[in-house]
């Protein structure tokens, strides 16, 4: 699975001066074919580490898939939100993350997180309005302001990944983690997955590996992301009322206990 490459794809934009130092880590690469390219920006200034991924399925989300900002990208990453006019911005990372002296910074402090707090990115100002406590969601309504023009969006910030994926709208959300490649496509992978189910029962579930890697780079490189894909797709057409809870209870076993297993194997080391 890891070593998987589609034949085609094209990264000369993310690999030219400075865009190569836009990206977290080194060996990253950012898609030619899908990437999102910043509006009203000159040539050479159009470069942000996203991609538009999804289903091809009429009135399927349209999800822009995106590494959480560095501080050299925060204008960058709200320009983008503001210009694809972003109906939603869900964080599936903390900003730190880790154990113990393993811990690093997974993501910039890309947004005021004080009621009433308004912080500037460049020609943005960001202002927090509201903010709503979950079990398993933060949601904080934003306003973004350009010069004179409005905007609103929203921010879903949550450790793990909802259980199901949200009505969304049809406009672009924004989904973003450490470098954009782990759980955001596995998150954006489960409604791509039931179009393919609903219009092909019997599907193999590493073709839809490989076409979330024809949309971002190194989508879905763990084994562990591949077996929360297939969770999360079961746990979607249970509460569909597609399956019923037994349908999916071995797999869901099997999956908790090596789940507990490495979790009790990290906090050892």
């Not at 791509?192 to 019997?202: F, V």
């Not at 929360?228 to 509460?239: E, I, P, R, S």
Request: hydrophobic share 35%; with cysteine.
């Amino acid at each position: 699975m890891r070593r998987f490459v589609p034949v085609g794809v094209t990264y000369k934009a993310g690999e030219k001066y400075p865009n190569y130092r836009k990206f977290r880590y080194s060996g990253e690469k950012c898609i030619g074919q899908t990437r999102v390219v910043l509006k009203n920006r000159g040539k050479g200034c159009d470069f942000i580490n996203a991609n538009w991924v999804g289903s091809p399925a009429p009135g399927a989300t349209k999800y822009i898939c995106t590494q959480a900002p560095l501080k050299e990208t925060q204008e960058d990453f709200w320009h983008m939100c503001f210009t694809e006019k972003a109906s939603l911005i869900l964080m599936l990372c903390d900003f730190t993350e880790g154990y113990f002296t393993l811990s690093r910074k997974t993501s910039s402090h890309y947004f005021p997180e004080k009621q009433n707090e308004t912080l500037n990115f460049g020609a943005y100002t960001v202002t927090m309005k509201d903010k709503l406590n979950g079990p398993e969601i933060e949601k904080t309504d934003f306003t973004v302001l350009e010069i004179k023009c409005i905007a609103s969006c929203d921010i879903g910030w949550t450790f793990a990944l909802p259980s199901r994926p949200n009505p969304f709208s049809s406009c672009g959300v924004v989904v973003l983690c450490a470098t954009g490649e782990g759980r955001v496509p596995t998150f954006a992978g489960i409604e791509l997955t039931a179009h393919r189910i609903t219009s092909k029962p019997e599907i193999d579930m590493m073709d839809v590996v490989k076409e979330l890697r024809k949309q971002r780079f190194a989508a879905i490189s763990s084994t562990f992301q591949f077996l929360y894909l297939h969770y999360l797709v079961l746990d979607y057409f249970v509460q569909e009322k597609l399956l019923v809870p037994h349908h999916q209870s071995l797999f869901v076993e099997e999956y908790r206990r090596i789940v507990t297993d490495r979790l009790q194997r990290v906090s050892v080391h």
